[in-house]
């Protein structure tokens, strides 16, 4: 992993990194080693305090480009939107997108079916 750009950001209270990763001859780097090679490159960097924004692999290069964030502290990383939280496993109470279906959605479901019993 290359560290292109790296900005500090007071306002937020963190630091955005921009990155690229040449990976011949294997799979796209996964998000699990993205946070690794993170947390190696960025001095004070914790695994529970770095989210991957972004991560791009052009079709037929092992070029993998993206952006990451480092917060200072677990307060503020916990103002990034529940979806990219539930991504980290970062937030308990981050709602999961698929729901259980209902009894009614059943019958309902069985009634535009048009089957009869």
């Known amino acids: 992993m290359e560290i292109i750009d ?8 963190r630091v955005e ?3 690229q990763w040449r990976h011949m ?9 993205i946070i690794d ?5 960025e ?4 695994k529970d305090r770095v989210i991957v924004k972004s ?9 993998t480009t993206g952006n990451a964030l480092v917060y200072a502290d677990r307060a503020d990383l916990e103002k990034e939107p529940k979806y990219i939280l539930s991504r980290h496993g970062g937030s ?3 709602e999961s997108p698929v729901e259980a279906p209902s009894a009614e959605g ?7 079916a048009g089957g009869e019993e």
């Open 92 to 94: 308990d109470d981050a």
């Open 43 to 46: 001095p004070g960097a914790t």
């Open 17 to 19: 990194l921009s990155w």
């Open 55 to 63: 991560v791009n692999t052009r079709f037929g290069q092992p070029l």
């Open 106 to 112: 059943d019958e309902e479901a069985a009634e535009i």
């Open 25 to 33: 001859g294997s799979a796209t780097p996964t998000r699990a080693q």
């Open 6 to 13: 790296r900005k500090e950001n007071s306002i937020l209270n």
């Open 37 to 41: 090679a993170v947390v190696k490159m």
